[in-house]
């Protein structure tokens, strides 16, 4: 069982920054090191998007065509705690925005739907003003 906690959400301006955070845990304090982490965005109406991936254990990336050059996914092993770095901020970046984790193995390709995802956070509200 994972937990994965958002945090980092808030009202920017266009152009502006923002650093979403995900801290994850496991009730047994086991590793993430066969999962992949990723964000997902929803707007009201819409179904949930991919933003970006990346794989715990090899730090490989993968973002959406919409974000690309403007986010950055990383981790930090020592804390569990997956970030999106989001630049360049624009008004149709306003989303609720999840973190996930799924489990990839060796050599899998990076996890891109939501039905890959086992475990889901409780989204943290981002709204850029124009």
């Known amino acids: 069982q994972v937990q994965l906690v958002e945090s980092g959400g808030g009202l920017v301006q266009t152009g502006g920054s923002l650093r979403l955070s995900c801290a994850a845990s496991?009730?047994?304090?086991?590793?993430?090191?066969?999962?992949?982490m990723g964000w997902f965005r929803q707007t009201p109406g819409k179904q949930r998007e991919f933003v970006a991936t990346?794989?715990?254990?090899?730090?490989?990336?993968y973002y959406a065509d919409s974000v690309k050059g403007r986010f950055t996914i990383s981790r930090d092993l020592a804390k569990n705690t997956v970030y999106l770095q989001m630049n360049s901020l624009k008004p149709e970046d306003t989303a609720v925005y999840y973190c996930?984790?799924?489990?990839?193995?060796?050599?899998?390709?990076?996890?891109?739907?939501?039905?890959?995802?086992?475990?889901w956070g409780q989204g943290t509200q981002v709204t850029v003003s124009s």
């Open positions: 996930a984790a799924g489990y990839s193995g060796p050599g899998s390709p990076s996890l891109t739907r939501q039905d890959e995802y086992a475990y």
């Open positions: 496991t009730r047994t304090n086991s590793t993430f090191s066969s999962y992949a």
């Open positions: 990346i794989k715990w254990s090899i730090g490989s990336t």
